[in-house]
């Protein structure tokens, strides 16, 4: 019964889930090797966000200069650009998986289709409800960070980083952003849930009880100010531009592959690409649990901690029972 999967799922990934061996004892330097290759090599989503930002960077990105002053035409740029990351990524995923149905059930978590109607939408729909929050308020919130972000790094606001002056730091910033993400992500999000926030703010994104990669950035605008706010620790800890890029479409575009309802893209009979995780869809269906990821394990430490096992979940339901007064 321990290690017993969960029932209720079309598929359920190898459970328990573990969390990273960077905060367990004693150290096991083997495993933590492992845990970073497995989260950024040879294939991932990180490493393909890398690419973007400085494809982004070099290729449709106003020079720093130009950022210095606002005007239109730059931030619109910024705009398109980001409207169109977005399309592509989460519109992509949703056309492969949920319109072709390119991969069938394979991989996918929830055995039941999207929700096509339901009153609780603003549009009538769960896909339109999500495309319309995603579109109108995340990317333009997204860009208005991304504004905010550059101004401020050409003004001298915010501190530069430079590839010359620290190679090492530049390269490690792309390894500690996610950190930073997993550990602002679990603090911001169990605020999100303190019950007025969550009745005002946070219950948009909960309509979505099985997602879909629309759904990952299908916030009420105050919850997408609080969430893509993470990148303001660039005011304090200095970064390149290319890093502003990456730390937001980080951000942003994960929040969509992270809500596939697919474990991963099966290529010749393989997970070749991993996408949704199971961990955050449990928080999802089962509400009380998981608020943070499995970078840095805060659930296990506050209790929260679903990992996948029958054993987990009816500890869930006695944590959930006083919260849902039953």
């Known amino acids: ?78 705009y398109v650009r980001n409207l169109i990351l977005m399309t592509v990524v989460a519109g992509g995923l949703h056309l492969y998986f949920y319109t072709f149905t390119k991969q069938g059930r ?20 769960q896909i339109r409800d999500n495309m319309f929050w995603t579109l109108a308020s995340g990317v333009t919130i997204w860009t208005a960070y991304e504004v905010l972000m550059f101004w401020a790094l ?28 997993s550990f602002y992500f679990y603090w911001i999000h169990r605020l999100l849930h303190v019950p007025f926030l969550y009745k005002h703010v946070h219950a948009l994104h909960h309509r979505n009880i099985n997602v879909g990669p629309w759904s990952g950035m299908s916030m009420h605008p105050v919850e997408h100010v609080i969430f893509l706010g993470s990148v303001l620790i660039h005011w304090i800890v200095a970064a390149h531009p290319v890093h502003i890029l990456f730390h937001l479409q980080y951000y942003a575009l994960t929040a969509a592959t992270t ?25 999802h269906r089962y509400f009380e649990c998981n608020y943070g990821s499995l970078e840095i394990p805060w659930d296990k430490l506050f209790g929260s901690f679903h990992d996948g096992t029958e054993k987990a979940n009816e500890r869930i339901k006695e944590r959930r029972k006083p919260i849902m007064g039953t």
């Open 106 to 125: 394979r991989l996918k978590y929830d055995p039941r289709p999207l929700m096509k109607n339901g009153r609780q939408f603003t549009l009538g729909g």
């Open 259 to 283: 809500h596939t309802g697919f474990e991963g893209l099966v290529v010749k009979d393989e997970n070749r690409l991993k996408l949704g995780t199971f961990h955050h869809q449990m928080h």
């Open 154 to 181: 050409a003004n001298g606001y915010a501190p530069l980083l430079t590839w010359a002056a620290h190679p090492v730091w530049f390269v490690a910033m792309f390894f500690l952003i996610p950190v930073w993400e």
């Open 1 to 78: 019964m321990d290690d017993t999967p969960l029932k209720g799922w079309n598929h359920v990934p190898n459970v328990p889930l573990q969390a990273s061996p960077f905060f367990s004892w004693p150290l096991r330097p083997l495993e933590m090797l492992a845990w970073v290759w497995n989260s950024w090599f040879l294939i991932s989503e990180r490493l393909i966000v890398v690419g973007i930002a400085f494809a982004s960077f070099y290729w449709i990105q106003p020079p720093l200069e130009e950022t210095a002053t606002l005007a239109f035409g730059w931030v619109a740029e910024m």
